[in-house]
């Protein structure tokens, strides 16, 4: 599985911006997929995730009522909407994916995906 993450730049406060993440190699549809974000000196933390039916949303507090994660499944591509943007959701994000199974989807958690993109710097101004 590929994961080729896009659409960061710089965006003034208030502002939005839509992140795209591009999937190859795995049928889309069995995947389970989340996003992340790393800001300079911090761990990275999770942002949004869906399951592979797409059933089941998650977002942390800090973005929820700010940010929509969704799917296109005709173009194998996910995406996270960014509305209202602080300056405090600077950071490069992350797309991720895994493989769906029975397991737990322990979906904020960095360890329980295999597949990450590259990362995509999203930078808002005060």
């Known amino acids: 599985v590929q994961l080729q993450a896009s659409g960061g730049g710089l965006v003034q406060a208030g502002g939005s911006l839509r992140l795209s993440c591009a999937i190859s190699g795995r049928t889309f549809s069995s995947l389970n997929m989340g996003w992340f974000r790393q800001a300079p000196g911090k761990e990275r933390e999770f942002v949004a995730a869906?399951?592979?039916?797409?059933?089941?949303?998650y977002y942390a507090d800090s973005v929820k009522g700010r940010f929509t994660i969704s799917r296109d499944n005709a173009k194998n591509t996910v995406y996270l909407q960014m509305n209202s943007l602080k300056p405090e959701d600077t950071a490069v994000y992350y797309c991720?994916?895994?493989?769906?199974?029975?397991?737990?989807?322990?979906?904020?958690?960095?360890?329980?995906?295999?597949?990450w993109g590259q990362g995509t710097l999203v930078t808002v101004s005060s």
């Open positions: 991720a994916a895994v493989r769906a199974s029975a397991i737990v989807f322990h979906f904020g958690l960095t360890r329980a995906y295999d597949y």
């Open positions: 869906f399951t592979w039916s797409g059933s089941s949303k």
